[in-house]
């Protein structure tokens, strides 16, 4: 799969742990089949659209925030970013 796929695969993943759900949770509310977040999260199925807005709904996020990382892949700054979670400050 492509770099994008990974990535997504990745972030759904950073999410999902983030908000405390495993797999089977997140498929149970975002209406999914069984091990089709597994399947995203190791970027074995390019994700449709439809799968993009329930899964946002059920991580509580918004679609775009389901591409809201880094090029080079999601960061503990993204998730902290989308989450609304503020950095510690400095010094």
Known sequence: ?????????????MLRTARGLRQDEL?????????TVGRI???EVE???GV????AAALDV???????????GPTQEDLDRVLGRRPPPAG
């Open 41 to 43: 999260e190791r970027a």
């Open 62 to 72: 918004t679609p775009s925030d389901l591409f809201a990382f880094t090029p080079a």
């Open 1 to 13: 799969m492509s770099a994008e796929t990974r990535a997504l695969g990745e972030w759904v993943r």
């Open 27 to 35: 498929e149970q509310r975002a209406g999914l089949k069984r091990h």
């Open 52 to 55: 993009v807005f329930s899964l």
């Open 47 to 49: 994700v449709r659209v």
